[in-house]
């Protein structure tokens, strides 16, 4: 085993283990929605369940399988080791020294601050500080990975760097772009805070700061996914990439709409001028173009696939696709989970509608379909494919592995669609008892949340499944030599040399340029104004 | 660079999307007046109970006949918990925080807005429908948050 495949086995194992235990709480979660008096349920122990779950599946999990797939996916398209490994050994152990302070606050109900962390709420500082250490260590990752990329690109000076890696710096640009906010957030109001060093935090400032990151923080989850869909994909299904050229151009795209656009979740806030929450209405929904192209250029890759299996009608190829493979099955139901995220999403872009779904059951019924679906169930689907290469075993429980994408297909459409309507019947999200005293308005949505519970009991299930599939084949899969990690080839074969959209340092600046568009006046204006702050609240 | 020519089409037919999205927002903001919340105030949110400006909570008739409710959220309650308001008005609440960040969302209608501590959010609405509507907070504050509940009586105008 190389140092690469260990590095990045150890944070596919991290990922896995705070997968494993945030699907236990949002169990937790959906049997206390169902209303079933169990002796353990009380408000304590169903927020804990939210703040753990929000924190381990949306945190902990996403970034550190991004990282593991990160250093497989960069050492196999480029053919080199790390550039430096013991930066990357470090940039592990500092993220999961902090996932673990983080994991200890909550768990111990001293940080039932949710995985947002709005103060004046205020959380353990071992909480703030836990999470700044898995940013920290994301960061020398990504320094790690930049490093072997410019090794590579010193060697090979006019060509086009591969696309999975292309891919994979987009993530990373999007990613240091937006933890900047968060960073700030930290270190200057909430650490200080937490510690009793500073008194008051303006509660505001903390919101625009989060959501300068939250947002591009949803494409740095999705983009490892599309890299995922672009790159291994179509060769996993038999076929080839649809257009090289068209995925550069989405990864472009995501560089630089990524951030500008994070008021779309404070519309419904104070302190922030009308023109500016629309200013980011209008960037947010060019951020539907990119995946739009996605759609496509990922279909009629998997239409080349179907085609070399033997497919001649017009729709045949469809089928003719290997449904019955893990990886393939999870990203099929994953994109059609996806497209009516999408739609929802730009529901929720769409200013004056947001009205009607803000911090309502929607929003979770949303982000289920986007995160918890496009991301989650690929990231699965990816395990399935990668951890046997990592490790050099074959996948072991094939079966429970087949039928797991399906089993979250069907729970997740349960939960979702189910949560879609009970927000636009006006519940709100994150409540430990939707019945509001029997109030007339609360009736409507009771029986829907049953259904909702139904949904999460399949993904639980789903999520055990996958769990055993990951032990079984660690511990107990056949050994064997197949373990190279392969990319999908472009149909027009690989581009010649290196196009526009490898000049990274040009999108960086086109990114930069937008953020401070989008932000520099609506943030002067805001420090410029009296403000007061808020001493802290532990209502929890 | 080649592009497929039917993906060329479709990235046409995307932007076309989009751009229509842009059309059904302005239409809706430059038109009709469909804004989000967005009302630029602070307030000290250790002094909430003394400020003049949340001294008086409640439902106060305006001159030219619309309303003005003023309150205060606070863990785990609305101040008023009740609100009578006349339907077919203009009513304009105001609101803001005493501890840490709430949601007031009337159920059944697009009444929905953060109050955040140190800010006062404010917002105008027409209720048409009399009836008895049930207030909530939408924003986790604590954990009697989903204890946290109000009512609005929309009254038939004399």
């Known amino acids: 085993m190389t140092t690469a495949k260990r590095l990045a086995t150890a944070h596919v194992g991290v990922a896995v283990g705070a997968f494993g235990i945030a699907a236990f709480m949002a169990l937790m979660q959906a049997l206390s929605r169902a209303n079933l008096d169990l002796p353990w349920r009380t408000a304590r122990m169903y927020y804990l369940s939210v703040t753990a779950h929000g924190v381990l599946m949306a945190l902990v999990f996403t970034t550190f399988f991004i990282m593991g797939l990160g250093v497989a996916l960069t050492t196999s398209a480029l053919q080199r080791p790390l550039r430096f490994p013991a930066l990357g050994w470090g940039a592990f152990a500092l993220a999961a020294i902090g996932t673990a302070g983080a994991t200890w606050a909550i768990l111990w109900g001293k940080a039932t601050v949710l995985y947002t962390f709005y103060p004046p709420l205020k959380a353990h500082p071992a909480f703030y500080i836990g999470l700044t250490l898995v940013v920290v260590g994301s960061w020398l990752w990504s320094a790690d990975i930049i490093a072997t990329y410019r090794a590579w690109r010193r060697e090979h000076q006019e060509t086009a760097v591969p696309l999975a890696v292309h891919g994979l710096l987009a993530t990373i640009i999007v990613w240091l772009i937006a933890t900047v906010g968060v960073a700030a957030e930290m270190l200057f109001q909430l650490i200080p805070w937490s510690l009793g060093i500073t008194d008051r935090v303006d509660p505001m400032l903390a919101r625009m700061l989060f ?3 939250g947002h591009p923080l949803v494409y740095f989850w999705l983009l490892p996914a599309y890299v995922v869909w672009y790159t291994v994909l179509p060769r996993v299904a038999g076929g080839k990439l649809f257009s090289d050229s068209l995925a550069r151009m989405v990864f472009a795209l995501f560089m630089i709409l990524s951030a500008p656009v994070g008021f779309h979740h404070q519309f419904m806030d104070p302190g922030i001028p009308t023109g500016w929450k629309a200013f980011h209405a209008f960037n947010t929904l060019w951020i539907l173009f990119p995946s739009f192209v996605t759609a496509f250029t990922v279909l009629a890759s998997l239409e080349v696939a ?210 401070l568009l989008a932000y520099a006046v609506p943030l002067a204006q805001h420090l410029q104004m009296e403000r007061f702050g808020s001493t802290g609240f532990k209502p929890f | 660079m080649h592009v497929n020519p039917y993906e060329r089409f479709w990235m046409w037919a995307a932007a076309a999307i989009i751009v229509l999205f842009f059309g059904t927002i302005g239409v809706g903001l430059l038109g009709q007046g469909i804004r989000p919340p967005s009302h630029v105030e602070t307030i000290d949110p250790q002094a909430v109970w003394s400020d003049a400006r949340f001294a008086e909570r409640g439902v106060a008739t305006n001159p030219d006949g619309s309303v003005t409710v003023t309150g205060i959220t606070l863990m785990f309650a609305f101040q008023p918990a009740e609100i009578r308001v006349p339907a077919g008005r203009r009513v304009t609440f105001r609101l803001t925080s005493a501890d840490v960040t709430h949601g007031f969302q009337i159920v059944g209608t697009n009444a929905n807005v953060m109050v955040v501590p140190g800010y006062v959010s404010q917002f105008t609405i027409v209720f048409a429908e009399p009836g008895e509507y049930l207030i909530v907070c939408n924003e986790y504050c604590g954990l009697g948050h989903h204890a946290m509940m109000g009512k609005l009586i929309v009254e038939a105008a004399p």
């Open chain 1, 211 to 213: 959501w300068y990151f």
């Open chain 1, 306 to 515: 179907g085609r070399r299996r033997g497919a001649t009608g017009l729709f045949d190829w469809i089928g003719k696709l290997p449904w019955s493979d893990p990886l393939v099955a999870s990203v099929l139901l994953s994109m059609l989970l996806f497209a009516v995220g999408g739609f929802g999403g730009a529901i929720n872009a769409s200013f004056g509608m947001n009205s009607m779904v803000h911090n309502t059951a929607w929003i979770q019924g949303h982000f289920h379909l986007t995160v918890g679906s496009a991301v989650a169930l690929t990231f699965m689907g990816t395990a399935y494919w990668l951890v046997p290469r990592l490790v050099g075993r074959e996948l072991e429980l094939v079966l429970l592995a087949k039928v797991q994408p399906y089993l979250w297909f069907f729970g997740m459409a349960l939960f979702s669609f189910t949560n879609h309507v009970t927000g636009l019947q006006g519940m709100p999200r994150r409540v430990f008892d939707p019945g509001y005293l029997g109030a007339p308005a609360a009736d409507q949505w009771r029986a829907l949340t049953g259904v909702s519970a139904v949904g999460g009991l399949l993904l639980f299930t789903s999520a055990a499944f996958f769990l055993l599939v990951m032990l079984g084949t660690v511990l107990a899969g056949k050994r064997t030599d197949n373990v190279a990690v392969e990319f999908a080839e472009p149909l027009d074969g690989p581009p010649a040399r290196r196009t526009v959209f490898d000049r990274f340092g040009l999108w960086v600046t086109v990114a930069i340029a937008l953020v």
